[in-house]
């Protein structure tokens, strides 16, 4: 089974989407976690909302920090924001580390998550099944 950890500043919307969709879409080779530089400490409504809508949801998903992730040795993480992108932490393994950056619905409405949803299953699932398989 490979790992991928997705990376992002408060691990509330984007990254908690993408963990998401590679558990559900990927699930049987990739499993994902996901966490925040600088985590929220909590799921932003609008992307579980989104996430139950399509069956994706799962109760152990949580805003994560770092030293929950760290301790595992991943096939690949990405950062999915630019603030991700430039503090992100050098892990233990030599691990390889791509950006994908979208953009941040927080603070907007439903539509923005589910813009994001879309975007992250037609633009990163497909990057990951490629480096990683």
């Known amino acids: 089974?490979?790992?991928?950890?997705?990376?992002?500043?408060?691990?509330?919307?984007?990254?908690i989407i993408a963990e998401a969709l590679i558990n559900k879409e990927l699930g049987e080779s990739i499993t994902a976690q996901s966490s925040g530089t600088k985590p929220s400490g909590k799921v932003n409504p609008n992307a579980k909302k989104v996430l139950l809508a399509h069956n994706a949801w799962r109760d152990e998903y949580h805003s994560k920090t770092l030293?929950?992730?760290?301790d595992r040795e991943y096939d690949l993480v990405v950062t999915v924001c630019d603030n991700a992108k430039e503090t992100c932490p050098t892990f233990p393994k030599e691990t390889k580390v791509i950006h994908i950056s979208f953009e941040d619905p927080d603070g907007k409405e439903y539509d923005?998550?589910?813009k994001t949803y879309l975007e992250i299953q037609k633009e990163l699932l497909p990057q990951i099944l490629y480096i990683v398989s």
């Open 67 to 70: 030293d929950e992730v760290m």
């Open 112 to 114: 923005a998550f589910i």
């Open 1 to 15: 089974m490979k790992t991928v950890l997705i990376l992002c500043t408060g691990n509330s919307c984007r990254s």
